[in-house]
């Protein structure tokens, strides 16, 4: 478990962490979004869902990694934070706070001042994070989640936050 002298590393994401990506993408998912979405995302988001979406996404991925294994992703898209997770393991440990800043700076560097992400209104544990973290929930609204036939519609809260843009992030290769 990382402790106060071994530091979590944050590096791009290549192919061959597509694999731990979606285990913790899938695992993570299910914690938070079973029994708080509409049960045609639930069908369609299956293991090999994430394990697919994992490697289409790897451009958009910062990992962080301790002692050679991923502890976590964040995926940025333009001024949204669309993935923040953390493996199990090592949930309290730090990891998120890390992955979130670093999902800040990286929409500052894109220009953008204010930074967006959608949680499912049922994921408390989520909300509460973010809230920890200085992201105001600006309210409800309809997400348009991927799907195969189209976008799926989930009932989330719009969480902001300022963002400055800043060079110099803290991703450095291992």
């Given at each position: 478990m990382p402790g106060h002298d071994t530091p979590?590393?944050?590096r791009p994401a290549g192919p061959a962490d597509a694999k731990a990506v979606a285990d913790i993408w899938w695992g993570g998912w299910r914690d938070g979004h079973l029994g708080h979405v509409p049960d045609d995302l639930t069908a369609v988001r299956t293991a090999?869902?994430?394990t697919s979406r994992a490697a289409q996404r790897v451009e958009d991925t910062v990992v962080a990694v301790f002692d050679g294994a991923v502890a976590g992703f964040?995926?940025?898209v333009v001024d949204e934070v669309e993935q923040v997770y953390v493996a199990a393991d090592y949930r309290g440990t730090g990891v998120a706070s890390l992955l979130l800043t670093q999902a800040e700076r990286l929409v500052g560097e894109q220009g953008h001042d204010r930074a967006w992400l959608a949680v499912a209104t049922g994921n408390a544990r989520a909300r509460h994070f973010y809230q920890r973290q200085g992201w105001a929930?600006?309210?409800?609204?309809d997400?348009?989640?991927e799907g195969p036939d189209g976008p799926i519609h989930v009932?989330?809260?719009r969480y902001v936050k300022h963002v400055t843009g800043r060079r110099g992030a803290d991703i450095r290769p291992l």
């Open positions: 979590i590393a944050l090999e869902s994430f964040v995926m940025v929930d600006e309210g409800p609204f997400y348009p989640a009932l989330c809260h």
